[in-house]
């Protein structure tokens, strides 16, 4: 067993409005494009976590269950990410303490907007079609 850094794991998620866009947050940070997520936090569950990074970055409610679309691994910072397709249930997309701009984008605006490794998680989730199940369990018994 190696005693590298151990991998985070992340959440994010995409949030398609009826006109087939999906909404982006410009992060204060570093100036990216990217769809509204970040790092689970100790003790959280994933669909908690989603839900609390997009309301977070965004001041949108999310509807559970949420759409898992896919599954990335950043290989250099090892941080896998799991990215849902999201429907908004209540508020208004605001900017906040860690989102510099918020942007309804479609697909091109997308593959623009963003570097390629955010683009391709936004655009499998504005492609995708089928829902795997998302669970917690305690390493015996589901939560």
């Given at each position: 067993?190696?005693?590298?850094?151990?991998?985070?794991?992340?959440v994010a998620g995409v949030?398609?409005?009826?006109?087939?866009?999906?909404?982006?947050?410009?992060?204060?940070?570093?100036?990216?494009?990217?769809?509204?997520?970040?790092?689970?936090?100790?003790?959280?569950?994933?669909?908690?976590?989603?839900?609390?990074?997009?309301?977070?970055?965004?001041?949108?409610?999310?509807?559970?269950?949420?759409?898992?679309?896919?599954?990335?691994?950043?290989?250099?910072?090892?941080?896998?990410?799991?990215?849902?397709?999201?429907?908004?249930?209540e508020g208004q997309a605001?900017?906040?303490?860690?989102?510099?701009?918020?942007?309804?984008?479609?697909?091109?605006?997308?593959?623009?907007?963003?570097?390629?490794?955010?683009?391709?998680?936004?655009?499998?989730?504005?492609?995708?079609?089928?829902?795997?199940?998302?669970?917690?369990?305690?390493?015996?018994?589901?939560?």
């Amino acid at each position: 067993m190696s005693t590298e850094r151990p991998h985070s794991v992340s959440v994010a998620g995409v949030i398609i409005d009826g006109a087939g866009r999906a909404l982006l947050i410009q992060r204060r940070d570093n100036g990216h494009w990217e769809p509204p997520g970040g790092v689970l936090e100790p003790g959280e569950t994933i669909p908690d976590a989603l839900a609390r990074e997009v309301l977070e970055e965004t001041g949108i409610k999310i509807a559970q269950p949420a759409t898992l679309t896919g599954v990335y691994k950043n290989m250099t910072r090892l941080i896998v990410s799991l990215v849902f397709r999201c429907q908004a249930i209540e508020g208004q997309a605001t900017t906040g303490a860690e989102t510099k701009a918020l942007r309804w984008a479609t697909r091109d605006e997308v593959a623009n907007l963003a570097d390629e490794a955010y683009a391709v998680r936004v655009l499998d989730a504005m492609n995708a079609v089928t829902p795997p199940a998302v669970r917690a369990h305690d390493g015996v018994r589901l939560i």
